[in-house]
């Protein structure tokens, strides 16, 4: 009986196929491998080569390498700012790279909230609103239809100096920085991030351009990318879906007292709400809202003519002088109002905060409690400002109609009914379902107004149509901000385990 292997000893042709197979593959196996080491020095060398050409510097500079830095911050905002602080504090070594560190200059992140006010407490940030001429805020004023209510912010069991407080967003922002920067384990840096640097899945640092145009590295066990609205890395770390709802257009009222001192002024107007907040001791912030993703041209007249045409009627009559007088002065600004929802991917050695990652309409001035505040309260003032928005703009629908004025009445009684909804609006009450109750009690109190005092075919009809327009409205943003996260923040991992590599 013949073995397989004296068969094969006894057949040669078979022998050297075997052989010449064996040989192939191990051919084949050593030619992939060569071929990915010239890819992998290719790549690195064009890499040093693209640096070279853009530093002229003829070779690439490298930083931070050591492990003489624990956290790379991106961008020195409120959120970076902050974070930077506290984790210097803690006795971490934390480097920020800002591409701007001149004062910055905008129409939008000037209201901070009391719950905002009160981590800024916590953070030991509070002196920030110092020396800014920030001004004290109690509240709300609501304008609709000639009738007025106010809302006070439920303050009674703080002491008086916890309050709202509303500035120049470039003055709190330096004064943010310039206490980051104190601390001696923190460097603050301007440069402009133009890359992330991966090894393996897991970011290990960034790339970044100095002011003077020489281009480094800086290595971190962790990268913190803050960097705003307009981030350039934000494509890197997750799948955004921006969205422009409105744009803001800006105006600054001089020496004029509004109707109610310390507290902003919301006009229901057509099409849309109309802002005004102090900034500092003789100014006051004007936003007016306009829908879509264009707005009137500034140099050509269109937005003047708009402002004084289709705004400056619906104004309340206090306010009308300076606003016009504001108009005529010429400095107009614009801002897109941008919201897009939190959509987190897990990236090791990386992460994203603040408007970079995630961003709602400022319409609720709550953007900077967010930044400084953890889920709970991130997923209820985002959730409150998309359904805010939508309910406060105007609609032919006769349904959203009916609970826009339902809101505004609801609003109007007092009680729970206004200290509910200013206490979310606040930060300072972070449970959504509180939010949730009180949206669809609006959504209920207006069916009610219906029906009393003959529920008509008509009437049912249209609070069945109010009810269902509700609930086109919430469960959307719900949707989007995350059940888990709004309901069962406690179910959320605090952090991603990196995958092992061998």
């Not at 961008?75 to 210097?88: E, K, R, S």
Request: charged share 20%.
């Amino acid at each position: 009986m013949s073995s397989p292997f004296m068969d094969l000893q006894s057949s040669p042709v078979n022998y050297y196929l075997l052989a010449s197979a064996f040989a192939l593959i191990i051919a084949f196996n050593l030619l992939y491998i060569l071929r990915s080491n010239v890819k992998r020095r290719r790549k690195s060398n064009d890499f040093q080569r693209k640096i070279s050409n853009v530093s002229g510097a003829g070779r690439l500079q490298t930083t931070e390498s050591d492990g003489s830095t624990d956290v790379i911050i991106v961008g020195a905002g409120v959120a970076g700012a902050a974070l930077a602080f506290t984790l210097a504090k803690e006795g971490r070594r934390v480097h920020v790279i800002e591409r701007d560190l001149t004062e910055p200059d905008r129409i939008v992140g000037e209201l901070l909230q009391p719950g905002g006010y009160l981590k800024l407490i916590e953070l030991g940030l509070e002196d920030c609103v110092d020396g800014i001429e920030a001004q004290q805020v109690f509240g709300y004023a609501i304008y609709m239809d000639g009738r007025n209510t106010k809302l006070s912010y439920p303050l009674e069991k703080f002491e008086s100096d916890i309050s709202g407080r509303s500035f120049h967003n470039g003055r709190f922002i330096q004064r943010m920085r310039e206490k980051a920067a104190s601390l001696p384990n923190v460097k603050l840096e301007q440069g402009t991030v133009t890359s992330l640097l991966e090894e393996n899945g897991t970011v290990k640092g960034v790339c970044y351009k100095t002011k003077d145009g020489q281009i480094l590295t800086a290595h971190a066990p962790l990268t913190i990318v803050c960097d705003g609205c307009f981030s350039n890395l934000r494509r890197a770390l997750c799948k955004p879906q921006v969205e422009v709802p409105s744009s803001f257009v800006g105006l600054v009222l001089e020496n004029i007292n509004l109707p109610y001192a310390n507290h902003g002024h919301v006009i229901l107007a057509d099409p849309s709400p109309i802002l005004f907040y102090p900034i500092s001791n003789t100014e006051v912030r004007c936003l007016v809202d306009v829908p879509g993703q264009k707005v009137p041209s500034i140099a050509n007249g269109e937005m003047a003519n708009y402002l004084k045409t289709a705004v400056a009627p619906q104004i309340p009559h206090e306010l009308y002088d300076a606003f016009v007088a504001a108009v005529d002065k010429g400095n107009i600004r614009t801002m897109p109002n941008r919201s897009m929802p939190a959509v987190p991917q897990s990236t090791p050695g990386a992460l994203l905060m603040g408007d970079a990652f995630n961003m709602r309409h400022p319409l609720t001035g709550g953007g900077m409690t967010v930044a400084l505040s953890d889920i709970p309260v991130s997923s209820t003032i985002n959730t409150l400002a998309g359904a805010l928005y939508k309910v406060f703009c105007a609609s032919p629908d006769p349904a959203r109609k009916e609970m826009r004025k339902a809101c505004f009445d609801y609003l109007s009684l007092g009680g729970m009914c206004s200290e509910g909804p200013i206490s979310l609006l606040s930060g300072l009450n972070p449970r959504p379902l509180v939010l949730f109750l009180h949206f669809f009690a609006v959504a209920i109190y207006g069916v009610g107004r219906l029906l009393i005092p003959f529920p008509s075919p008509k009437r049912l009809w249209l609070g069945a149509r109010l009810i269902s327009s509700a609930s086109g409205i919430i469960f959307p943003i719900i949707k989007s901000e995350g059940v888990r996260q709004m309901f069962f923040p406690a179910t959320v991992p605090a952090y991603y385990k990196a995958p092992k590599v061998d």
